[in-house]
C-alpha cells in the first residue's frame, strides 16, 4: 500500500467518523421518539393514548377499535400475567397468553452444562384450542385469558389450582383450570366451554387442540439426544407406537389416541386425555439451529357435545424418562423408554432391570452396581462358558485327526469328508457345534445392555473414577474433528485392548495362531471402537468389564481343562458303544447328507 492510499483510507474514515457525531440525533429528539414509542405500545396494549401523541398513534387506536369489533375483541389486547405453580418436583409457569403452560423446570435437575432444566422453554412452545366463532378463526393461544387466582405452593399431599378465564360474554367463555399435588410431575387441565357452541357455525361445528414445541438440547451428545427423540402415542383400543426417531417423520393415527408423548432422550412431555383424541395429525422434524433438539407437532379433533357446557380433562406430565417413574403413572408410559425388541426387551424389563433397581436401594455408587450386575450376570451364564470352552477344548485335541482325514480323503470330494468327520465326532462323542450354541445363548444378553444403558436415566449426571458423567462418552482426549470423531472416550479404548487381549489370548491356545480367520478376531475389536466411542460410558464400562471377566475364566477354566486327558477320554469313547447314540445334530446332518447322495445318484 503506497502513501497516498494510506492518507486516503484515513481522510475516508475521519469523514464518516464526523458525519455520524454531527448526524446523532439530540437528547430532546431522543425523548420524542421513547414517547412516540410509549404511545404506540399503549394502543396497542388497548390504553388511553397520551394527550400529545401524533398521527401514528392516532392510526394505532383505528386499529384497535377494529380488534374490539372481533370475537374475543377485548381478549386480543392486555398486558401478559404470569402464574406460577411449584411442588416439589416441578415449577410451572402458566401465561395468560393462550392461558397455557409457559414453561416448566424440573427441579433437582441440570442440563449438561449446569443450567437449569427447561421440559418446555419459554418461547418454544404454543399450546391452544382452535375453533371458528362468528365466522372467524379462533386459536385460544394468541388470546389473553383473565387469571383467577395467583401463585401457589404445595407440598405433600397438599393441592391447588388456578384458573383463566377467556370471556365471550358473560354466558359465553371458555375456563383453563391447572392443578398441581405435591411431590408430582403431573399438571392438571380441566377445560370448560360453556355456551361456545352458540357462536360456531351448525355445520362446521367442532374443536381442535393444538400443541407445538421446540425442545432444546440438554445432553452433551447432541447427536445421541436427537436420534432418541421423538412423539410417542398410545392408541385406546392398541398399544405405544411412534414416529421416526432418525428422520424428520408425518403420521395419521387411524385410530383414536389416549395420549401423546413429546419425548426427548432423558425427559418427555406427555399428554393425556379423558376424552379420546380423534383425526390426530403428529409431525416431528430436526432443526437447523444446533441448540434445537426437534419439533413437535401434534393436532387433534376433541369430541363436541350437543349440550350447553362441553368439559374436557387432560393431564400434563413433566419428569423424567425413568422406568420405574413412569410405569408407576400406568397407561403404559414406560413403553417409550428403548429396551429393545424381541429377547432383549424381555431381558431387561423381567431380568435387568429388577436385579438393578434392588442393588440401587442399597445406595451405592453406579459403577459398582455395573460391576455387581456383571459379576451376577457371568455368574450365571457361567455353565454355559464352561461347556462352551469344553465342546472347543474337545475340537482343538481332535483338530490333528481331522486334518489326517483331510489328507486322506482331500478335499475333490466334499461329501466324503463330511461323512468321515461326522463318523469321528459320532465316536469320539463330541458335538461340533457345541462351542458355538453356548455362546450364541449368551449373545441376547449382551445385546440387552446396548439397549439398556444408553437409555437408563439413573446413569444421567453420575460420576465414577475419571468419568464425570456415565450417561455420555467420556471425552479426557479431545482434538478438532477429523472424520466426525472430535474425541477419544478413555473407556472404550480399555474396553477395545481388553478384547484385543482376549481374541491373542484364543488364538494362542486353540491352535488358531496360524489360521488366516485370526484376523477377524482382531479387526472386530478395532471396528467396534470407532462405533462405541461415541455411545455412553456406562455401557462401554460394562463391555470393558465383560471382557476382563472373559478372559480371566478363559485363562481359570484353562487351568481346568488337560488336553491329554480330554483326548483319553475320546479314546476311550471311541471303544464304548455306549457314548456312540447319535446326537439330534448328528441326525439331521447324516439325513442330509443321504438327501445329497440321493440327489446326485439321480443326475448321474
Sequence with gaps: MDRNTLIGLVLIFGILAGSFYLMKPSEQELKQEQKLQDSIKRAKDGLTPLADTNKVVAAT???????????????????????????????AKISSKGGQVKSVELKDETNYDGKPLMVLDENHNSFGLLFKANGENINTSELNFTPQGGNATVTGENAQSVSFRLNYSPTQYLEYTYSIKGNDYSLGLDVKAVGIQNLMDVKTRSIALNWESALLQKELNGKSEREKSTIFYKEVAGGVDHLSETSDDTEKPENKLNWIAFKQHFFSAVLTSNQPLNNTELAVSADAAPYIVKRYKASADLEFAAQKDNQYSFNFFFGPNKYKVLKAHGND??????????????????????????????????????????????????????????????????????????????????????????????????????????????????????????????????????????????????????????????????????????????????????NQMKYIGYIMPLIFFFVLNNFPAGLNYYYFLAAVFTFLTQVIIRQFLDDDKILAKIESNKKNPKVQKKSSFQQKMEEMMRQQQATQQKKK
Design 61 to 91: 387506536a383505528v386499529d384497535s377499535s377494529a380488534v374490539l369489533g372481533k370475537p374475543f375483541g377485548t381478549a386480543r389486547l392486555g398486558e401478559e400475567q404470569i402464574v406460577t405453580l411449584e411442588n416439589e418436583k416441578i415449577i
Design 333 to 514: 408410559f414406560q413403553q417409550i423408554i428403548n429396551m429393545g425388541w424381541g429377547p432383549m426387551g424381555w431381558i431387561n424389563k423381567f431380568i435387568t432391570v429388577p436385579i438393578f433397581d434392588f442393588l440401587d436401594g442399597f445406595a451405592l455408587s453406579y459403577g459398582i452396581i455395573i460391576l455387581i450386575l456383571t459379576i451376577f450376570l457371568k455368574g450365571v451364564l457361567f455353565p454355559l462358558t464352561y461347556k462352551s470352552y469344553q465342546s472347543m477344548a474337545k475340537m482343538r485335541v481332535l483338530k490333528p485327526q481331522l486334518d489326517e482325514i483331510k489328507e486322506k480323503v482331500g478335499e475333490d470330494n466334499p461329501m466324503l469328508l463330511q461323512q468321515e468327520q461326522m463318523k469321528l465326532y459320532k465316536q469320539a462323542g463330541v458335538n461340533p457345534l457345541g462351542g458355538c450354541l453356548p455362546l450364541v445363548l449368551q449373545m441376547p444378553f449382551t445385546l440387552a445392555f446396548f439397549f439398556f444403558f444408553p437409555n437408563l436415566f439413573e446413569l444421567r449426571g453420575e460420576s465414577f473414577l475419571w468419568i464425570q458423567d456415565l450417561s455420555t462418552y467420556d471425552a479426557p482426549i479431545t482434538f478438532p474433528a477429523i472424520f466426525g470423531i472430535n474425541h477419544i472416550s478413555l473407556m472404550c479404548v480399555l474396553m477395545t485392548l481388553t478384547t484385543l487381549l482376549t481374541t491373542w489370548y484364543n488364538n494362542a491356545t486353540s491352535g488358531a495362531a496360524n
